[in-house]
């Protein structure tokens, strides 16, 4: 079994930060991109941010310059930091894994059971 768990959601003013952590645990065998998306209410879910293993950053135009994706591959986590957050970036945030699993022939697609995010005065 494969379990990604967010933390770090809340409420945050206009201008404000927040960081959201993800961390991936279980039968894992090598993960590959891990990233973050978000679901606005009414919205489809979209892609924020996603990182490949060797380090490599794809952002969302919404977000690039204000929001930095990382990840510690030995601790099988990865973060968001969340600067200048705007109305608009209110959401449930999902955390994204792309991994194989021990014993598994192939890669599949695992999510985080997603933590709110609203930014409002």
């Known amino acids: 079994q494969v379990q990604l768990v967010e933390s770090g959601g809340g409420l945050v003013q206009p201008g404000g930060s927040l960081r959201l952590s993800c961390a991936a645990s279980?039968?894992?065998?090598?993960?590959?991109?891990m990233g973050w998306y978000r679901q606005a209410p009414g919205k489809e879910r979209e892609l924020v941010a996603d990182?490949?293993?060797?380090?490599?950053?794809n952002y969302a135009d919404s977000v690039k310059g204000r929001f930095t994706i990382s990840r510690d591959n030995a601790k099988k986590m990865v973060y968001l930091q969340m600067n200048s957050l705007k109305p608009e970036d209110t959401a449930v945030y999902y955390c994204?894994?792309?991994?194989?699993?021990?014993?598994?022939?192939?890669?599949?697609?695992?999510w985080g059971q997603g933590t709110q995010v609203t930014v409002s005065s």
């Open positions: 279980g039968s894992i065998f090598s993960i590959y991109a």
């Open positions: 990182i490949t293993s060797a380090g490599r950053t």
């Open positions: 994204n894994a792309d991994l194989k699993q021990y014993l598994s022939s192939g890669r599949h697609q695992y």
